[in-house]
């Protein structure tokens, strides 16, 4: 069964090896992290600077095999309302097997009954199908006319906004 609890910081080094390459690693952070590769001492700084995150609550997906998936949860609004998911993943072998639809359910259960979110969002990148289908069979919607374009590496990436309101 497919549980959520806050991220640990030996949760990192298991994270951090499902980022193959780098256009994986730009998928899966767009700019934040700043360089690929990214390492757990990396990841475990980047959660422990509360200074520039306060809002930031990275949560662990995990069941009797360990760790299977990782996001993080941030509120963007004073009112507490609006809650964005980012740095979505989960475990290479676990991909296409429903686990990341899971998890995104129960971090979706989690923001509206627990959090108190009536919105939750998140941005995906249009080269990325398998994951902007997960999240459309979660429950998200596309946000007609809101994609963002990044700059990575020289390229232009389109960045694909999703909601998913409270009912």
């Not at 390492?39 to 995150?53: E, K, P, V």
């Not at 998936?69 to 296409?96: P, Q």
């Not at 289908?133 to 990044?150: D, I, M, Q, R, S």
Request: proline share 5%.
């Amino acid at each position: 069964m497919l549980r959520l609890r806050p991220f640990k910081p030996c949760d990192a080094e298991k994270i951090v090896s499902w980022i193959p390459d780098e256009h994986a690693f730009y998928l899966w952070s767009a700019d934040r992290y700043g360089h690929y590769p990214i390492t757990a001492a990396d990841m475990n700084r980047y959660y422990a600077n509360d200074d520039q995150n306060p809002n930031l609550w990275p949560m662990t997906a995990f069941d009797e095999s360990g760790v299977v998936g990782h996001l993080i949860m941030r509120f963007t609004d004073a009112e507490k309302k609006v809650l964005r998911f980012g740095f979505i993943i989960v475990d290479l072998s676990k991909r296409g097997k429903g686990y990341g639809k899971a998890m995104i359910q129960l971090a979706a259960k989690y923001a509206f009954e627990i959090a108190g979110a009536e919105k939750i969002t998140l941005g995906v990148f249009a080269d990325n199908p398998a994951a902007y289908h997960c999240y459309l069979a979660a429950g998200f919607k596309e946000v007609p006319g809101a994609a963002e374009t990044y700059r990575i590496n020289g390229e232009d990436w389109e960045c694909l906004e999703l909601e998913w309101n409270k009912e």
